[in-house]
């Protein structure tokens, strides 16, 4: 059933010459979801966004709008609109203009345009502000005023390329809550593309991400968190302690991972998506700070085939309110963890230098066969 | 990814160019390249009989024979490089005042009140001049009048007015690109010029005059250029003991009709002028597009 | 140096006092142009005979206003027709050619754009011979091969226009290219993505974004044409524009409606200047 999906995009390729931009993208986004493409600066999420808008044709595959093609169709003849990166309002023009400016190409006439244009200023909560010159605008309200000029179009679908990356701080986790709310609102599709994980995370119903060109995974937000399907997604969505080894055997249902930097890790082998594990597999394995518990030295548990369990040294305090963490140096290995304090200031007298029992159950240990060599994934150390 | 945009236009884009591009090589080829290129041509030949030519290099040697041309070129030439240099000396501590010492309003009201002279036609203005120095000018009045002279004081026609006309022609044109440069001078690199040690005299050669020189270079070779080709100031200020090259070639044109010989002549301004445009981006390494554009 | 550092007053004085100096050199000509044309007297030069207006209006000889002296009218007719012509010619190239500089890609831009600025640094009484040389090349290579008289490439005033329109077109190339190239084009891809066409997207977002530049250029490109000289002389036929009408009167010796001419090309320059710098400043860049 196509035509249910209001985007669709078939193994959609663009080049650049030699360099593959995109490759091999295929989605489907249905009627009314909030669509997010994940993915850091370079992976190809504005070159997609900008094929869907027509400014770029694809080299291969179809792009599908309402389930019909749109290649070959001028960016001014596609149903779609955008909200683009520095909003690109047109500074000539007073707010009402910039709103209508859609409606006054369709040659609509004048009294509807008055009369859409005042009813979507409402809607985005600007009701007066027509008159008003774009300069005099606040940064949420430009915000908002872009997305009237495309809402008053009624587009199947709503391009959002990273309109949140100009504003400060304060006003960006405010616009994201705002966002969310309109998009729940009026119902429209829309399809925002941004590098930060959590916008994605925040506002979407549905995230895919890119890397590199290519779609790691599209799911949910908290698929993307809880059941990351490749290293990259694990890495990339949230934070977490980062290993390395090799895998060594399945004991007690549990896998037994030797790490290179010293002792073992054990982990549930269904989180391990290939099947076939065979001994000496390389293997990536991470840890969310927060799935890992601490207790003053000496009153941890013991570790067992079901239990991971290591000591650290505190190195430094991050402390951030409900967001405090702590940076250990494991004590046997070495190696550097980022664990989450809990909220309950149990730990609130904790020093640098003093030393804690962590544990952490196998089933919180994801892990995946690493193709690549053992040094050549150095990024992300202890914290993605 | 961002610049990709140009894709847009698809097929239409080579044809569409060349429509565009039409009217530029028009205006160059037939306007500036061919008229040029025939300039040289004709300087390069020798009227024999009514409508018959040779090629030859007469006209050229005239030039270099007859003292009263050679002279004359070379005190243009010599005159301008004066004239832009004093442009420079006087213009450049108004453009530091108007950029670096004045605020707000006051700044862009003093920066158009130098523009606002330099709209009204150079004719009026040397006429201005022309009222002040005469024999019965203002000048000469108030100088009888203050009891420093006994009669009348013809101040036209010689060098020293010639050059107060020149600069005060050009000053607009050095004016204008050393405000703009020195503007876009942070402030805090003058501060911190003066909290390492130093004084208005090495801040200003190690900091401003280095930072200022793309504009300095530019103003100079406009008014280098100006000054260079000017036929007014000099006609009218210094009447006919003004020399200027410029009016050797009208008089060859207009008044002798020898066109072959006006056109190395012009041809030897052009080339002297290029020379020195050329020399003066080369030691300020400027670039002719960064210095107008 | 700059006020945040203390300075002598002593040297403060004298920077100032240097900066009235200069203003007063600024002004002066032009101050006594303006009140010599209301000097009662024959000639624009001292001493001051009392006021009046008789340079403006008079009618009865010798006291010929510049409201009735036809030869000065009719020269004035003749530039302005001049400028008109030069304006919508330069500023329409120059827009072709700030697109195609500032849009398109195309092999030996460099060297165009070298070309296209190259009569700036060309003296303009060597532009004007060139092409009266070249025009009159053509006019005769013309006559010789099949007779016609082409005499509009004869000097007059069409080829006065072509020769300032050949270094004003620079101009105002330059001014709307500086334009055009602050402009973001992600507004043109807005304005497509909202339904417009290419062409709509340039006559209602592009156009409107220049209109400053257009302003200005155009305002330039008319000033300069109307007070050109140089060039001009070179050119000019039978028609006298108000340049080379003022020249010759100065050359002769003049009375004080030359004064007050002046004067009023100064107001009105100066009025079109200020609107020029004014059109310009960009409203929307705080």
């Not at chain 3, 002004?27 to 009662?40: I, T, W």
Request: proline letters at 4%.
């Amino acid at each position: 059933m196509a035509d249910q999906f209001d985007l669709e995009c078939r193994d959609v390729v663009k080049k650049f010459g030699q360099f593959t931009a995109v490759d091999q993208v295929s989605l489907t986004i249905p009627q009314g979801s909030f669509f997010s493409i994940l993915g850091p600066s370079g992976c190809g999420k504005t070159t997609l966004l900008r094929m869907l808008a027509g400014f770029i044709e694809p080299t291969a595959g179809d792009i599908l709008i309402k389930g019909k093609s749109v290649l070959g169709v001028a960016p001014n003849r596609r149903p779609v609109n955008m909200v683009f990166q520095h909003l690109a309002l047109f500074p000539m023009m007073n707010v009402a203009q910039n709103v209508a400016y859609g409606l006054r190409r369709r040659g609509v006439g004048r009294a509807t345009i008055d009369k859409k244009v005042a009813e979507t200023l409402a809607r985005v909560g600007l009701p007066d502000s027509g008159q008003k010159q774009i300069s005099q605008l606040s940064g949420g309200q430009k915000q908002r005023i872009a997305i009237a000029r495309c809402l008053v179009l009624e587009p199947a679908v709503l391009l959002l390329d990273e309109p949140l990356g100009a504003l400060d701080l304060k006003l960006r986790e405010h616009m994201k809550v705002e966002l969310k709310q309109l998009q729940h609102e009026i119902g429209t599709t829309f399809v925002y593309i941004t590098h930060d994980q959590s916008e994605a995370l925040v506002m979407s119903d549905q995230v895919a991400v890119m890397n590199a060109g290519r779609f790691e995974q599209v799911g949910t937000p908290q698929e993307l968190y809880y059941q990351p399907d490749t290293p990259f997604v694990a890495g990339f969505v949230g934070e977490s302690n980062r290993w390395q080894g090799t895998f060594e055997t399945v004991a007690d249902g549990k896998a037994i991972i030797r790490l290179d930097s010293g002792g073992v890790i054990y982990t549930d082998p269904t989180q391990v998506t290939n099947p076939d594990l065979v001994a000496g597999q390389r293997m990536d394995v991470f840890v969310r700070p927060e799935a890992i518990t601490i207790a003053a030295k000496g009153q941890g548990p013991v570790a067992t085939s079901g239990l991971n369990a290591m000591q650290g040294r505190v190195e430094n305090l991050l402390f951030n309110g409900a967001a405090s963490s702590v940076q250990l140096r494991e004590t046997t290995t070495g190696h550097e963890m980022n664990v989450a304090l809990p909220q309950t200031g149990a730990f609130a007298g904790l020093r640098n230098g003093d030393e804690l029992d962590l544990s952490w159950s196998a089933g919180q240990t994801k892990c995946f066969p690493n193709t690549k060599p053992a040094q050549a994934d150095a990024s992300g150390e202890a914290v993605a | 990814m961002k610049n990709a945009s140009g894709s847009v236009a698809g097929g239409g884009l080579k044809l569409g160019v060349l429509l565009m591009a039409t009217p530029l090589l028009l205006w160059l080829l037939l306007l500036v390249i061919l008229p040029h290129l025939d300039l040289l041509m004709v300087s390069l030949r020798e009227r024999i009989s009514y409508g018959k030519y040779a090629f030859s290099f007469t006209n050229y040697i005239e030039f270099f024979t007859e003292p009263l041309y050679w002279n004359t070129y070379v005190r243009t030439a010599t005159m301008s490089i004066l004239a832009t240099a004093l442009t420079l000396v006087i213009g450049f501590p108004i453009s530091y005042y108007i950029a670096k010492v004045m605020r707000g309003r006051g700044k862009s009201v003093l920066f158009l009140m130098c523009l606002i002279p330099f709209w009204v036609s150079e004719l009026v203005r040397t006429f201005g001049w022309m009222i002040l120095l005469r024999e019965s000018g203002v000048i000469s009045h108030f100088l009888q009048w203050a009891g420093l002279v006994d009669g009348p004081v013809e101040m036209l026609y010689n060098d020293v007015t010639i050059m107060v006309g020149l600069v005060y022609t050009s000053m607009l044109f050095m004016v204008v690109p050393l405000v703009s440069v020195l503007d876009s001078l942070d402030d805090s690199l003058i501060e911190a010029g003066y909290d390492l040690g130093g004084n208005a005299f090495t801040v200003t050669r190690d900091i401003v005059i280095p930072h200022a020189m793309p504009g300095i270079a530019s103003g100079c070779i406009v008014v280098f250029m100006l000054t260079l080709g000017n036929y007014l100031t000099p006609n009218l200020l210094g009447g006919k003991s003004s020399l200027w090259f410029t009016e050797q070639i009208y008089t060859q044109f207009i008044t002798r009709f020898n066109w072959e010989s006006g056109s190395a002549f012009g041809f030897l301004l052009l080339v002297l002028s290029s020379l020195i445009v050329w020399l003066g981006l080369k030691l300020s390494r400027q670039t002719l597009s960064d210095t107008v554009g | 140096m700059i006020p945040s550092i203390p300075q002598s007053r002593y040297a403060k004085g004298i920077y100032g006092a240097y900066v009235t100096l200069f203003f007063v050199y600024l002004a002066a000509p032009l101050v006594v142009v303006g009140v010599f044309a209301f000097n009662d007297s024959l000639f624009p030069s001292m001493p001051w005979e009392g006021a009046t207006l008789a340079w403006f209006f008079g009618d009865t000889a010798p006291y010929i206003g510049i409201f009735h002296d036809s030869a000065l009218l009719r020269s004035i007719g003749t530039s302005a027709f001049v400028a008109v012509w030069v304006t919508l010619l330069s500023v329409t190239v120059g827009t072709c050619n700030a697109f195609l500089f500032e849009r398109a890609r195309f092999p030996g831009k460099n060297l165009l754009y070298m070309l296209a600025i190259s009569p700036l640094v060309i003296p303009g009484v060597i532009l004007g011979i060139s092409i009266l040389v070249f025009s009159n090349a053509i006019a005769n290579g013309v006559e010789e091969a099949i007779g016609w008289d082409l005499d509009f490439l004869r000097p007059g005033l069409f080829l006065v226009i072509i020769g300032q329109f050949a270094f004003i077109t620079t101009i105002t190339t330059l001014v709307i290219s500086a334009r055009l190239r602050k402009f973001d084009i992600t507004l043109e891809e807005a304005a497509l993505n909202l339904g417009a066409s290419r062409a709509d997207a340039i006559r209602t977002i592009t156009i409107p974004y220049l209109k400053p530049a257009l302003i200005g250029a155009a305002i330039v490109s008319f000033l300069m044409s109307f007070e050109n000289f140089n060039t001009t002389l070179m050119l000019v036929g039978s028609d006298a524009p108000l340049t080379i009408a003022m020249f010759d009167r100065l050359k002769q010796g003049s009375t004080p409606a030359l004064n007050a001419l002046s004067l009023l090309l100064m107001v009105v320059s100066g009025g079109l200047a200020l609107i020029s710098v004014f059109a310009q400043r960009d409203r929307s860049s705080k």
